[in-house]
């Protein structure tokens, strides 16, 4: 499958954050939905859903309109998790 | 439906988790890390960063196939809701007609892919199948081999041929659960037939709507099999959609990093649709 | 008011006229196919039907479609019997996002998984095997069966398993005994629409195969991309898969909807 660390890292990161979830989920339940700014109902874990998706498309439009490297995509992504977590 | 929690429900559903992970997170893993990499073969990787990803992003190329796809997507969809709807309205709702119009409309459905490609291939011929036969001796000037226009318009209308029946069937189906009561309370308070289909029609169908057409953008955004049989994305790349277009660079020209780049790209892209689908649907569940 | 039926009739003359040109086409002779154009056969001829069913190269196509698609659907409807079934009747962590992640699989574009799916499938040994296509088709037939028996199970109601339980009935027993029977509909749409998808399919199909296991769609591309030589031949393959199909719509055509709304109308 022709691994590398850096893509191994990033499965890791993946894995590491949904278990996050559920230990969080497990010692401090709030699982409950909540409506946020979009007007949709979201659970913790479709947040982190969000956030994800949302980081995916932050550094392909990042790559697409400003090129390498990344750490403006990557402060914006950190804005985006930040700002799902707490207002949607 | 109350539900009661009880998370060793977990055991009855692992046996899929673990059949579908298996075909899901395996390839995904390799697609990932082949997208970083060049390789000539040989499983010989060179690390490359983000190198495909800023080509693929850039290159003329994926924006073509991938303004071609969303042109094709919002045609079929334009032509095929509006369709799928009248047909559904105007069917009957009782008698032995019902039977054999559901049978034959179900009938584009159950045909390979391919089949249905190679089908509207023969029918377009333009000297000696049905449609390019009758269409040429009636003046027309079609060859949908050579011109682009042709190409298009019979992808389009065999795209419109192969799934209008979903749209009928669902629309049908959501047609039937209103209850004769609605109809006689309108005939009574005189409602004219727009009346009826927006007040009445329209809202009991909503839902199946919504599936049927996230279905049908979902679908046609990764058709492959049919537009590939006909045009084989002829004449030039005038067909070529972003599926086509990404078994050409894996399979066709062998660049497994640009092709892995750009699968993910899209794999992000229908995600997002995905999740738009899925919320959409538990709302309108909800209500 | 009685003018409505013109434009289902007029729409199912359209749905049937690529079809009728495919069943003539198959009828005539290669000869008469390049002469030109007619509407009905003019030298009525079965030899294309009599090469499909005497040469093996062409039957087993049929034959190893079937039993992928067999296998295939033995498979997702039986994995996906119990997790419907914990779907519809619990709430477990993660269950809401494990449900989405299977609809992900059901609209994953199968183009992003040909090559990956060659390798995996190659490294397991399984390549140009009947179970290799079967299991390939799971990713998008499981989370399909799963969706449609979920919408089937909803709509039983709870008191049938409490009361089963409170008689003494242990899980697998009820299930298999009172509850399956109990969806019976839902599992023969279910079952329909995973034989049809993994009948339908040909990009995977082809992909992981070779000799051994070459599906009848795959046996096809031979003589389309040898364009115009053997096109009778082709129609008549081409019309001998519709018939599978055509024969299962019969059984299921009152719930066909029911299940492309995966369980939901």
Same mark, same amino acid.
Request: glycine share 8%.
């Given at each position: ?59 392909l439009?990042?790559?697409a ?24 | ?30 697609v @990932?890390?082949?997208s ?7 499983? @010989? ?7 495909w990803f800023?080509q693929v992003l850039r290159s003329e190329r994926f924006h073509a196939s991938l303004m071609r796809q969303l042109l094709f997507t919002s045609m079929i969809l334009a032509i095929e809701v ?26 584009p459905l159950?045909i390979p892919w391919n089949v249905v490609g190679a089908m509207w291939n023969?029918f377009a011929? %333009? ?16 060859n949908f081999t050579q011109q682009p226009v042709s190409a298009w318009m019979t992808t389009v209308v065999m795209d419109v041929w192969h799934w209008t029946?979903l749209i ?11 209850? !004769? ?14 009346? @009826? ?12 709507? *919504?599936?049927a057409i996230l279905l049908r953008f979902m679908d046609s955004f990764m058709i492959y099999t049919e537009p590939f049989v006909l045009t084989g994305g002829g004449p030039g790349n005038t067909t070529t959609f972003l599926s086509i277009d990404l078994v050409k660079i894996a399979l066709g020209q062998f660049d497994l990093?640009p092709a892995a780049a750009m699968s993910l790209i899209y794999f992000l892209v229908v995600l997002l649709i995905c999740?738009v689908f899925?919320? $959409? ?7 | ?16 006229? %690529? ?10 002779? *290669? ?23 005497? !040469? ?29 079934? +914990? ?17 992900t699989?059901r609209m994953a574009p199968p183009a992003v998984f040909a090559l990956p799916f ?22 998008f037939?499981?989370?399909? +069966?799963?969706?449609? $028996? ?47 998808y993994?009948?339908v399919e040909l990009l995977l199909a082809k992909t ?9 769609a795959?046996?096809?591309t031979?003589?389309a991309s ?40």
């Open positions: 499958m022709a691994w590398t660390w850096p893509t191994a890292a990033f499965f890791i990161v993946i894995v590491c954050s949904i278990i996050t979830m559920g230990v969080w989920e497990k010692f401090s339940p709030g699982g409950n939905p909540r409506r946020g700014v979009f007007g949709i109902d979201t659970t913790r874990g479709d947040r982190l859903f969000i956030s994800w998706l949302g980081t995916g498309f932050i550094h439009g990042w790559l309109f400003i090129g390498t490297p990344l750490w403006g995509a990557l402060a914006l992504a950190i804005g985006w998790f930040v700002f799902v977590f707490r207002k949607v | 439906m109350r539900k009661s929690t009880n998370q060793k429900a977990w055991w009855l559903v692992a046996p899929v988790l673990l059949l579908v992970a298996f075909n899901a997170f395996i390839p995904l893993m390799t @990932v890390n082949y970083l990499q060049e390789t000539f073969g040989d499983n @010989v990787f060179f690390w490359e960063g983000l190198t800023e509006p369709l799928g709807i009248a047909v559904a309205l105007s069917m009957p709702r009782k008698g032995p007609w019902v039977s054999v119009c559901l049978v034959l409309m179900a009938l159950l023969i011929l %333009p000297d000696i199948g049905l449609l390019g036969y009758s269409l040429n001796s009636m003046g027309f000037d079609y029946s009928v069937l669902l629309c049908y189906a959501g047609l039937c659960s209103i209850p !004769d009561a609605y109809y006689q309370a309108a005939r009574i308070d005189g409602a004219s037939g727009w009346a @009826v289909f927006r007040y009445i029609q329209l809202p009991k169908m909503k839902r199946v709507l *919504t599936i990093g999740w899925y919320t $959409l649907m538990m709302r309108n569940e909800a209500q | 008011m009685n003018r409505k039926w013109i434009l289902p009739t007029l729409y199912i003359l359209f749905l049937m006229l %690529p079809i009728y040109g495919l069943l003539t086409m198959s009828f005539k002779t *290669t000869n008469e196919i390049l002469g030109g154009f007619s509407f009905f056969p003019q030298q009525f001829t079965l030899d294309n039907y009599i090469k499909i069913f005497t !040469d093996p190269t062409w039957y087993n196509g049929y034959i190893n479609s079937l039993i992928y698609v067999v296998i295939n659907t033995v498979i997702s409807v039986s994995v996906a019997l119990p997790a419907a079934y +914990a779907f519809s009747r619990y709430r477990f962590l993660g269950d809401k996002h494990l449900f989405f992640w299977l609809l699989n060659f390798q995996l499938y190659s490294a397991i040994e399984l390549f140009d095997t009947h179970f290799a296509v079967a299991l390939a088709h799971c990713l037939n499981i989370p399909l +069966a799963v969706w449609i $028996l979920e919408g089937f199970m909803s709509g039983i109601p709870k008191e049938l398993d409490e009361t089963a339980y409170l008689d003494g009935y242990s899980f697998w027993r009820f299930f298999i005994r009172i509850f399956v029977p109990t969806i019976a509909a839902g599992i023969g749409v279910a079952a329909f629409f995973c034989f049809m993994s009948w992981l195969t070779s000799v051994d296991a070459k599906p009848i795959a046996t096809m031979r003589t040898t364009s115009g030589y053997e096109l009778g031949l082709l129609a008549a393959a081409g019309s001998l898969t519709i018939i599978p199909g055509a024969i299962v719509i019969y059984f299921v055509r009152n719930y066909i909807a029911k299940g492309f709304a995966l369980g939901r109308v």
